[in-house]
């Protein structure tokens, strides 16, 4: 079975940086890979990120396109979602989700509990 926790959520202000995390546990994934999506309060979930384990491809929402970038560590099982120059429409709680890299999360098995970002005016 895989669980995935989700970590480094918080306020910040509008420009700054967050470096979200998203540990896995109870398998790995060598084929397929790892999502980020986000939901935002009145708005569907969409997705933002994703990265096949092996982390030679990525793929990225237009929306975060420039700002955000996704990598993973395996000695540590983790994949990370770093957030540069923040926009306050970037407010939104974030969920990391496996094992797939597509847009759709009805493609995901796996979710991890969500980590708030909010970003300030």
């Known amino acids: 079975q895989v669980q995935l926790v989700e970590s480094g959520g918080g306020l910040v202000q509008a420009g700054g940086s967050l470096r979200l995390s998203c540990a896995a546990s109870?398998?790995?994934?060598?084929?397929?890979?790892l999502g980020w999506f986000r939901q935002a309060p009145g708005k569907e979930r969409e997705f933002v990120a994703a990265?096949?384990?092996?982390?030679?491809?990525?793929y990225y929402a237009d929306s975060v396109k420039g700002r955000f970038t996704i990598s993973r560590d395996y000695a540590k099982n983790t994949v990370y979602l770093q957030m540069n120059s923040l926009k306050p429409e970037d407010t939104a709680v974030y969920t990391c989700?496996?094992?797939?890299?597509?847009?759709?999360?009805?493609?995901?098995?796996?979710w991890g509990q969500g980590t708030q970002v909010t970003v300030s005016s």
């Open positions: 989700a496996a094992p797939g890299i597509t847009t759709n999360p009805r493609d995901y098995d796996y």
């Open positions: 109870g398998r790995t994934f060598s084929s397929y890979g």
């Open positions: 990265i096949n384990w092996s982390g030679h491809s990525t």
